[in-house]
């Protein structure tokens, strides 16, 4: 029993839509300006954390070799990223550099292998040159500085590893709770779908799904208990969910906290109505630039900081590595063999497993479900929805195709969610028991919030 999805009361007057136009534009701006104000209050505070403990910690733990292989051979880790984010703002003991300039700038040990000579043998003074790695947030340096002054990097990872767990817990048991347990266990299967090493162990990783599992798990207690304000405040919220996403990640798979979202409301069908639009693919598009402006314009205010406080920054600068990472060769390809096809096939390969779990569900769906109708093709929206919804990473792989060709075994998890999208629509409800709980779950938010949007 999906939502209305008509136009609201009054659709006719202009004055008022103006007017909520206005208030929405200007919640945005102040969303945006203390957004920006938290995020670099809190960097700063963690630059605060005096360097001589971590430096030690760090020092005494940081593995000897990059990209290690997962149990099995499975996927690489990727610890070169991971020695760069622990010694963000790491400097030598007799060199000082404000907190602030730290925190914008982002002065590393250079690269990884720079890095563990210089934790080995430490130096400063004349000789040490500061690399500013200033094109990233850092937003991670919130957790992992106040954790390596107290525990080195292999504690770091087990917590890590705990707080994923945790807010993968919680994101199963909202969607238990909110859809039933067949979605839980389809979202569940398709974590398999690829690889998730690095995700669940490095502190540059894991942000994005901390980040997107626990957004969904808010909308779907939204949608279930405070109607009125998901109805009122979804564009601000993945706005703000872009920006958060652009200040932990260090461009691993980003999309997952938009596509994650994204999925619970396709599966809820519990579209935000006082956008006053009638289709849900248009509504989920919406949604999508709002991110995508939240995520874009958190990283431009980085490179304006960076720009302002370090005399060796530039915007030119930065252009030229984001039209690299979009459209520039790859080492050990001939010119114009980095192609979108050749991102999306490599990152296809990565989710080997996903696609035959996706042909085993298939062929039982063919072989021993076909009597029950698929939910998903019933009316032409929801199909659109869900193509729209699916083919977000496809899309992104296409277009970031540098990036994904050379990190493919920590990018392709971006797949995931589409995976999940595809396993649920195979089920028919009788099987996947999502129709009981979603009807009840609309009748409870209509009784909250009787005439409400």
């Known amino acids: 029993m999906p939502l209305s999805r008509g136009r609201p009361p009054g659709r006719g007057n202009s004055e008022p839509t103006r007017m909520t136009a206005t208030i929405r534009l200007l919640r945005l701006f102040f969303v945006y300006c203390g957004a920006l104000a938290a995020m670099t209050a809190f960097l700063i505070i963690a630059n605060i ?25 499975l996927v690489r880790l990727d610890q070169f990223t991971e020695c760069i984010s622990v010694t963000i703002g790491l400097t030598p003991k007799d060199v000082s550099i404000q907190p ?16 563990r000579k210089t934790l080995a043998k430490e130096f400063g003074g004349p000789n040490y040159q500061p690399y500013y790695y200033w094109r990233y947030w850092h937003g991670y340096q919130i957790l992992s500085r106040p954790i390596l002054a107290l525990m080195d990097t292999r504690a770091l990872r087990l917590i890590v590893f705990l707080i994923v767990c945790t807010s993968l817990f919680f994101f199963l048991w909202a969607v238990r709770k909110s859809l039933g ?14 690889p998730l090493y690095s995700q669940f162990l490095l502190v540059s990783h894991c942000g994005v799904w901390i980040v997107g599992m626990i957004f969904a798990s808010f909308l779907l207690f ?23 996403t652009a200040y932990v990640d260090l461009s691993t798979s980003p999309l997952v906290t938009l596509t994650i979202p994204l999925l619970v409301l396709f599966w809820c069908d519990a579209w935000p109505r006082t956008l006053s639009v009638r289709s849900s693919a248009a509504t989920a ?12 314009s958190c990283w431009a205010a980085k490179w304006i900081l960076a720009t302002v406080f370090l005399n060796s920054a530039s915007i030119a600068d930065v252009a030229g590595e984001v039209l690299r990472r979009i459209s520039g ?12 096809l050749k991102s999306i096939y490599d990152n296809f390969i990565q989710c080997r497993n996903g696609f035959l779990i996706l042909g085993i569900a298939v062929a039982l769906r063919l ?22 919804i699916v083919s977000l990473p496809i899309i992104w792989l296409a277009l970031v195709r540098n990036h994904s060709i050379i990190h493919a075994f920590f990018v392709a998890p971006i797949l995931i969610p589409s995976f999940a999208l595809l396993l649920a629509t195979l089920w028919p409800e009788k099987l996947i028991g999502g129709t009981i709980k979603q009807r009840r779950a609309i009748e409870r938010s209509r009784t909250l919030n009787p005439g409400g949007n």
Do not use: K
């Not at 698929?374 to 199909?383: G, K, N, T, Y």
């Open 367 to 388: 072989l021993v479900i076909r009597r029950y109708p698929l939910r998903a093709v019933l009316s032409f929206d929801r199909l659109a929805t869900a193509a729209w």
């Open 222 to 244: 939204a949608i279930r208990e405070r109607r009125q304000y998901f109805e009122s405040y979804c564009l601000e919220m993945f706005f703000a969910v872009g920006m958060l």
């Open 329 to 340: 060769n790859v080492p050990g390809l001939d010119d114009g063999q980095a192609t979108s």
């Open 100 to 115: 602030v300039i730290r925190a914008i700038g982002a002065p590393t040990l250079s690269p990884c292998e720079i890095s």
């Open 285 to 296: 598009a919406i949604l999508c630039i709002y991110w995508l402006l939240g995520y874009a």
């Open 49 to 73: 954390i005096p360097n001589g403990p971590i430096w030690d910690h760090v020092s005494q733990s940081l593995p000897s070799e990059n990209y290690v292989m997962s149990p099995g051979d």
């Open 181 to 194: 347990a067949g979605y839980a266990f389809t979202f569940s299967i398709s974590l398999f779908s690829a």
